[in-house]
Structures are given as C-alpha cells and as structure tokens.
Nanobody, 126 residues
C-alpha cells in the first residue's frame, strides 16, 4: 500500500514562498510519476505539477509556470513543491499523488493518479 503524506502548508502573504513536502512510504518509486494537484473551494481539482521519479520529465499547470517548481529527493523518498511569488488565488488544499508512468509525456497531466495524500492547506493573504 502506497502512502503519501503532505506537509508544509500554512499561511503566507502574497509574494511570499512556501515549500510543500510529500513523504512517500518506503518503497521504490522508480518508474512512477509524482504529481501535485490543488482544490479550490467550489472548483474542480486542478493539475499543478508533475515529475517522473527520476526528475527527467516535468510538467506544470499554466497558472503556476515560472513560479512553482517540483523536485524529487530519491534518497529521502520525498517530492517537493517549491512555490514562489504566491498569489491569493493559489489558496487551496494541495494534494500529492502518484501513479506508474506509461512513458508518455502527456500522461504527466492526466488526472488518473492511483495514490493520493490527505492534503495540506495553503492560504495566501492579500
């Protein structure tokens, strides 16, 4: 059973930064994709970023490109989401997710992840 535990959420002022962490259960994620999604109240879950476990392929949602960066630390079995230049519209619950990768770049964006964390709240004040 894959377990993903997010942390690092909190309250930050607009323009500030936060780094989210997603600690994965002890297993090899070689061949897996790690993704970040967010859910804003009243809206559908939104793709934020994804990376193959090796870090060789990454993808970002249009609303976060140039501001957010996903990275993996294979030694710590952890994936990070560095969020810079935060805006009030980034306020959401952020979820970490994982799935086996098909090898298709487009699959990074697809919302068909098999494993999900419990989420961590991010609130950006204006």
């Amino acid at each position: 059973q894959v377990q993903l535990v997010e942390s690092g959420g909190g309250l930050v002022q607009a323009g500030g930064s936060l780094r989210l962490s997603c600690a994965a259960s002890e297993r090899s994620f070689r061949g897996y994709v790690m993704g970040w999604f967010r859910r804003i109240p009243g809206k559908e879950r939104e793709f934020v970023a994804a990376s193959t476990w090796s870090g060789g392929n990454t993808a970002y949602g249009d609303s976060v490109k140039g501001r957010f960066m996903i990275s993996t630390d294979r030694a710590k079995n952890t994936v990070y989401l560095q969020m810079n230049s935060l805006k009030p519209e980034d306020t959401a619950v952020y979820y970490c997710a994982s799935k086996p990768w098909t090898g298709l770049y487009s699959d990074l964006y697809r919302n068909n992840y098999a494993y999900w964390g419990q989420g961590t709240q991010v609130h950006v004040s204006s």
